[in-house]
């Protein structure tokens, strides 16, 4: 017998994307356990893009919207979309525009420092959160420099800040 379940549709989605994050953390610690850490950044980072890219064209496709054309419309399109996936109360992240072709990507609090701290991977994993906006970029044909990897800056101590440029 079925029963509707008395959650609130905010509560729905938060319990769906956490247990998607859940499932993808998991993910990753089999690869590294089974490959490698090294196969693990490696295959995480060239699997993130790709979804970066699917999130971007669906919230576009759901929005009806026109693709971002400049930095400003970008970082707008972004922060709408990081209130469906990815919204404050999972990452703290702050989006500067710099001028008129790059940004600064400012993360305080991070679900994913937390859980590869806690699985105590964070001094080996590369970061794949630049490789999702790398993913967006291309998706808005807005393409970008491809990011440098680079292991959790959060958990070696140091500010997560980073500049993404636009291709020229």
Not at 22 to 48: C, P, T
Not at 82 to 97: A, E, F, W
Not at 106 to 113: D, K, L, P, T
Request: charged residues 25%.
């Amino acid at each position: 017998m079925s029963q509707e379940l008395p959650l609130t549709p905010e509560a729905r989605e938060d319990l769906i994307r956490r247990t998607w994050y859940s499932h993808d953390a998991k993910w990753y610690a089999a690869v590294a356990m089974e490959f490698g850490i090294e196969a693990a950044n490696r295959l995480n980072r060239a699997a993130v893009k790709p979804v970066g890219a699917i999130e971007a064209y669906r919230l576009a496709t759901a929005l009806g919207s026109a693709r971002p054309a400049t930095v400003a419309d970008f970082i707008s399109f972004m922060q709408a979309g990081r209130n469906v996936y990815v919204p404050d109360s999972l990452i703290d992240m702050k989006l500067q525009q710099i001028d008129d072709s790059s940004y600064e990507v400012s993360v305080g609090n991070c679900y994913v420092e937390a859980n590869i701290t806690k699985a105590g991977m964070a001094n080996a994993y590369e970061c794949a959160v630049l490789d999702r906006i790398e993913g967006w970029h291309e998706a808005m044909g807005l393409p970008i420099e491809t990011p440098e990897p680079v292991t959790c800056l959060k958990a070696r101590g140091l500010p997560c800040q980073r500049v993404v440029r636009l291709k020229k």
